[in-house]
């Protein structure tokens, strides 16, 4: 079965510092999809970024960015120019055919941007 | 396009009631999905919908648990005989079938419930 984990469940950085939040996964499958999802306080589950495990390049949006490391199970979301606004529960998911595409979810990490 | 959304927000209600939430998902979008996520953890899978065909279900959804989509729309989560273990925030989301949106989940606001 597939499982994500993300082993830090708080962190907290000065805004305008750059943050990097890791994830890992164990999957037999070679094609399949990685998130990150932000879900601010008593806010909605929102897509921050996606990448699809048969590219090799790094998903990046704006101040986003991953290092998706295949052979590693790896999937590390970094967040550049960090705002206070970036303050949220940030979550790794796993898709993938095996489990008849729902996502599979980490813990969640909660991101405290300093002012 | 509008989103998804939940009805109601917020639900309180007392132990051994039954409870309805609603979603309506994206338009286009013919896959549907339920989660459930208590405080603090990440969300866990109950149930998927494909059109109006329930294709998958958790063992987590307990015979207390229905969900339907009747017309391959908007789609409906009854629990009943509540317990206070139910009390949670009760999430849908929806996928497409369009060139760029197959493989991504959308979600609604959630449905927080509190079980007295």
């Known amino acids: 079965a597939q499982t994500v984990t993300q082993s830090q469940p708080e962190m907290s950085v000065q805004e305008a510092e750059t943050v990097t939040l890791s994830c890992t996964y164990d999957?037999?499958?070679?094609?399949?999809?990685l998130f990150w999802y932000k879900q601010p306080p008593s806010r909605q589950m929102i897509l921050v970024i996606r990448q699809e495990a048969y590219k090799q390049q790094n998903a990046t949006e704006n101040r986003f960015s991953v290092n998706f490391q295949k052979a590693a199970k790896s999937f590390s979301l970094k967040i550049s120019d960090s705002q206070l606004g970036d303050t949220a529960m940030y979550f790794c998911?796993?898709?993938?055919?095996?489990?008849?595409?729902?996502?599979?979810w980490g813990a969640g990490t909660k991101l405290i941007i300093k002012p | 396009d509008t989103g998804v959304s939940q009805d109601p927000r917020h639900k309180i209600t007392k132990r051994g009631q039954n409870v309805t939430f609603r979603c309506d998902p994206i338009s286009e979008h013919n896959r549907l999905y339920w989660y459930r996520q208590t405080l603090g953890q990440g969300p866990e899978f109950l149930t998927y919908f494909q059109n109006e065909a329930q294709l998958e279900k958790s063992r987590l959804l307990s015979d207390r648990f229905s969900a339907e989509r009747p017309k391959g729309s908007f789609s409906t989560l009854e629990i009943q005989r509540t317990e206070q273990g139910d009390s949670a925030m009760y999430l849908c989301?929806?996928?497409?079938?369009?060139?760029?949106?197959?493989?991504?989940?959308?979600f609604g606001p959630g449905t927080r419930l509190t079980v007295l």
């Open positions: 999957t037999s499958e070679n094609n399949y999809y």
């Open positions: 989301a929806s996928r497409g079938t369009g060139v760029t949106s197959t493989d991504t989940q959308y």
């Open positions: 998911a796993f898709m993938g055919a095996d489990s008849n595409y729902q996502l599979i």
